[in-house]
């Protein structure tokens, strides 16, 4: 019981200006970044195999398996995979950075759900239909990154499956060719 007495006045802290603030603030607009994020990875994962299929050497079956891509054309159909992405998801991007920040219209409490496209809608309605897009030249230089990454990531695991005769990894060899690319990019 005193346990949770303690937890429950622990749900208040003192921020750097003095002001008392829930701990809860911290985690604002917390949903909106998770969906967010959710539909970004959707995309460029789709996006992805997408330009890989079309990438595949001439001949190459459609569907089923196919043979491994050459760098250049993996490195293509990460880029192009990569700027889908940045110009379908970034209006879901600065409405969810504006509800985090508190510079969204509307109510900053109900950052749930519902925020997202209430965000977008109150964008599009004050500032435009453009200030939706504001960033994606600097976004889309921002691509080479996971670009570079899950390239890194996809030779090193065809090399380290070859290795073990086309056998799938385990997750820790997955897991540090995962951290090994993050290191490279």
């Given at each position: 019981?005193?346990m949770c007495r303690l937890a429950a006045s622990a749900s ?114 004050e500032e435009g239909a453009s200030a939706l897009w504001s ?19 996809e030779r090193l695991t065809r090399r380290l499956r070859g ?23």
């Amino acid at each position: 019981e005193r346990m949770c007495r303690l937890a429950a006045s622990a749900s208040f802290d003192l921020d750097m200006s003095g002001r008392l603030r829930k701990v809860t603030d911290l985690y604002e607009g917390a949903i909106p970044v998770i969906i967010t994020l959710c539909i970004s990875n959707f995309i460029f994962f789709y996006s992805n195999e997408r330009a890989r299929r079309l990438l595949c050497a001439p001949g190459s079956p459609r569907n089923g398996p196919r043979p491994p891509l050459s760098p250049s054309r993996s490195l293509a159909a990460s880029a192009i995979a990569g700027c889908i992405n940045v110009l379908l998801t970034n209006p879901l991007w600065v409405a969810a950075v504006r509800i985090q920040t508190g510079r969204a219209s509307g109510n900053r409490r109900s950052a749930g759900v519902a925020a997202l496209p209430r965000a977008v809608r109150a964008i599009t309605r004050e500032e435009g239909a453009s200030a939706l897009w504001s960033g994606t030249a600097a976004s889309l230089l921002l691509v080479s990154n996971p670009i570079l990454q899950f390239f890194v990531y996809e030779r090193l695991t065809r090399r380290l499956r070859g290795r073990r005769g086309g056998r799938r990894l385990s997750a820790p060899a997955a897991f540090a060719a995962g951290a090994s690319a993050k290191m490279v990019a």
